[in-house]
């Protein structure tokens, strides 16, 4: 005997390259909120303090493939549930 269950995976509806982190200004080590997007793209962003231009680095690329990996990790949690109700 097998039992169906249906499985919601909405909350698992989201993209790690949205979350915040904070970052000090170099200038007047203010914290700053910046994306991880933000990191993986390498922007310029402006102090909220000082408004010294502050260039994020993403340093051998590990913020891009963290992000990427933990998404691609989601996404797998996502669909072995999804076989799971079936």
């Known amino acids: 005997m097998s039992v169906k269950i249906k499985v919601n995976t909405s909350g698992l509806d989201f993209d790690v390259a ?3 982190v904070k970052v000090n200004c170099p200038e007047c080590q ?3 909120t910046v ?3 933000q990191v993986q793209r390498e922007e310029t962003v402006t102090c909220a303090e000082c408004s010294k231009a502050i260039k994020l680095v993403d ?3 590990s913020v891009d493939r963290a992000v990427s990996d933990i998404n691609d990790a989601v996404d797998d949690l996502k ?3 999804v ?3 079936r």
């Open 30 to 32: 203010a914290p700053n």
């Open 35 to 37: 994306t991880l997007g």
């Open 79 to 81: 669909k072995a549930l």
């Open 18 to 20: 949205n979350m915040g």
């Open 83 to 85: 076989d799971l109700g």
């Open 59 to 61: 340093k051998n690329k």
